[in-house]
């Protein structure tokens, strides 16, 4: 009912740079908070960013100063800039999004998840 695509994943040396969108479409009543979560082989799925409707971003550690997370409220896409990128950062991204859908517009959000996208970063 809410599918969130995510694109824009791929290869890049170390120090290089990625934007990755994620658009959200179905019966969509309203979008709160999206974010960008990832998990490398063998690693837990962690939070890389995340960002309210109003604006307001939260980061994790390793990647703050090098992320940047944006998002176009008419378009319902949010995004993942994705700067001086390292090894470690290889993994799945996946997109999140906390949504209402218009078959019941008073209950609270639920949390939809993109299949996810490959990053690799390597030499």
């Known amino acids: 009912q809410l599918q969130l695509v995510e694109s824009g994943g791929g290869w890049v040396q170390p120090g290089g740079s990625l934007r990755l969108s994620c658009a959200a479409s179905g019966s969509i009543f309203s979008i709160n908070a999206m974010g960008w979560y990832r998990q490398a082989p063998g690693r837990q799925r962690e939070l890389v960013a995340r960002i309210t409707t109003g604006g307001a971003s939260d980061y994790a550690e390793s990647v703050k100063g090098r992320f940047s997370i944006s998002r176009d409220n008419a378009k319902n896409t949010v995004y993942l800039q994705m700067n001086s990128l390292k090894p470690e950062d290889t993994a799945v991204y996946y997109c999140?999004?906390?949504?209402?859908?218009?078959?019941?517009?008073?209950?609270?959000?639920?949390?939809?998840w993109g299949k996810g996208t490959l990053v690799t970063v390597s030499s």
């Open positions: 999140n999004a906390n949504g209402v859908l218009t078959i019941t517009p008073s209950r609270p959000g639920m949390d939809y």
